[in-house]
């Protein structure tokens, strides 16, 4: 009986084969990894800006209105009701 003596070498081309798709694993984990710190970092920059811009805002509406806090400030801008909409067309 005669063996097959392409077997050694296409188990060997295996092995190389297996090394490089476990490599590539490996590189695209490293991306994963980074692109999440990336991300995290700039969720965490995002929501710093968020904040000071929301300070920025409420001291910019307490300002406009002498005396007021930024909550009368914010109830004062407010859409007037349908009702004194109403009486302002009629004049």
């Known amino acids: 009986m005669k063996l097959n003596p392409n077997i050694h070498r ?20 490293v991306f994963v990894a980074a692109n999440l710190r990336a991300l995290h970092s700039l969720k965490r920059d995002l929501k710093i800006v968020e904040q000071q811009q929301i300070k920025r805002l409420n001291i910019r509406m307490a300002s406009a209105q002498p005396g007021g806090s930024p909550d009368t400030a914010a109830q004062t801008n407010a859409t007037p009701p349908a009702a004194a909409l109403d009486s302002r067309a009629s004049e």
Do not use: Q, S, Y
């Not at 060997?12 to 984990?29: E, F, K, Q, S, W």
């Open 10 to 29: 296409t188990h060997g081309r295996d092995g190389v084969a297996m090394v490089v798709v476990l490599a590539l694993l490996a590189l695209i984990l």
